[in-house]
């Protein structure tokens, strides 16, 4: 799990990284794209030799999903409409029931 986290981290870094470069204008964020992006596959491949690829995947994708949300209503003054809250609800709720059905069917 804890490679999992820090693909996660990193993914996240990559996708601030995107904004902070201003389409690709700004040298250093361009650059830490794709070292972040790189850095946070490699990592969430490690993560997948002892998660299942469905889990992992979902939690990688939804709690980066969530968290650059959050980073983009504080860091970036995006408006948190209800209905932006409610797709980031929706997202955890879909990647908390993914990690759930084993459970269920044991």
């Known amino acids: 799990m804890s490679w ?4 996660i981290v990193l993914e996240v870094c990559g996708t601030t990284s995107m904004k902070l470069s201003q389409g690709f204008t700004q040298l ?7 070292v ?5 596959i490699a990592s969430l491949t490690f993560a ?7 889990v992992a995947y ?5 709690l980066g999903t969530g968290l650059i949300a959050l980073i983009g209503f504080v860091g970036f003054g995006e408006p948190a409409t209800p209905a932006k809250l409610a797709g980031i609800g929706l997202v955890i709720a879909g990647v908390a ?8 069917t044991s």
């Open 28 to 34: 250093a964020p361009s650059i830490a794209i794709g």
């Open 4 to 7: 999992l986290l820090v693909a």
């Open 97 to 104: 029931l993914l990690r759930l059905a084993p459970l269920a």
């Open 58 to 62: 979902a939690i990688w994708s939804g």
């Open 36 to 40: 972040f992006y790189a850095a946070s």
């Open 48 to 54: 997948v030799r002892t998660l299942d690829l469905s």
